[in-house]
């Protein structure tokens, strides 16, 4: 996986995402109240911790409800356009640091035992490793810290696989790792494992609007054809056509994707 490729793509979404993210947007709602009614079970809005990472920031979204949370945030995000984003619009929260960094890499840039909380939305999919991302997760955390990180889990997108495979461009769709992965690799890393998952439907009016969906917040180029890796291979209209005719087969005539996410809450 091509981390530099991804970082250009999403930062070049930067400032027409959240114009286009409509789906991302219900779910990250739908993870901060996940969160907000644990935390106020547990009386923690009253009980900040030091330090709270949001991880795959993006344009800040969160940022404002994680703010009370903690002493300080770290939003981090591979794409130093988003963070810049981020930035200008949350300048006047004072507690919120920003730093550009692969979450992959996340014992370069955090102590152990130094994070109290953790927070992601639909970012992590991206991880090379799922079980080297939790593995530095449990390094980072307090013993007493927690993460909630919600991410996008097979078999989001099938369908659309399929679609492109039928044309030969099945690598054209993230292969994205299962639920029970997770689980295993949250084991693996000593971690208490709790979670909530949803699918959430977004539609289309038409098989173009929906593939924009997806190229419009900088995903749709996260996956290179193996065979020539960050070469643009253009599409013929055959091409798109059968794609769109079997995509239809395949979805009863309509166009929509299904996000199946899953929210992971962790402790130590």
């Known amino acids: 996986m091509d981390k530099l490729h991804i970082a250009e793509c999403f930062g070049a979404a930067a400032a027409q995402y959240d114009k286009h993210a409509h789906v991302q947007q219900r779910i990250l709602d739908w993870s901060l109240r996940n969160i907000n009614d644990a935390y106020t079970r547990q009386d923690l809005v009253t009980k900040s911790v030091a330090k709270l990472i949001d991880l795959g920031s993006g344009t800040g979204s969160a940022l404002p409800i994680l703010a009370p949370f903690a002493d300080t945030v770290v939003a981090v995000d591979i794409a130093q356009p988003m963070l810049d984003y981020a930035q200008s619009r949350n300048h006047v929260i004072k507690n919120i640091q920003y730093q550009c960094a692969d979450f992959d890499d996340l014992i370069k840039v955090f102590e152990p035992n130094s994070v109290g909380r953790i927070f992601s939305s639909m970012a992590l999919q991206w991880s090379s490793s799922p079980e080297q991302l939790l593995m530095d997760i449990s390094h980072i955390l307090t013993l007493d810290g927690r993460a909630d990180l919600t991410i996008l889990i097979a078999p989001s997108f099938s369908r659309l696989r ?107």
């Open 162 to 268: 399929q679609a492109w495979a039928s044309i030969g461009r099945g690598y054209a769709v993230h292969s994205f790792a299962s639920l029970a992965q997770w689980q295993a690799a949250a084991a693996n890393a000593g971690l208490t494992c709790h979670s909530r998952s949803d699918v959430f439907i977004d539609t289309y009016p038409d098989f173009l609007s929906m593939l924009h969906s997806i190229k419009d917040v900088g995903a749709s180029t996260a996956v290179d054809d193996p065979d020539t890796p960050n070469t643009a291979t253009l599409l013929t209209k055959r091409q798109l056509r059968d794609a769109q005719t079997a995509f239809s087969a395949l979805n009863q005539g309509q166009f929509s994707l299904d996000y199946h996410v899953v929210q992971l809450q962790l402790t130590r």
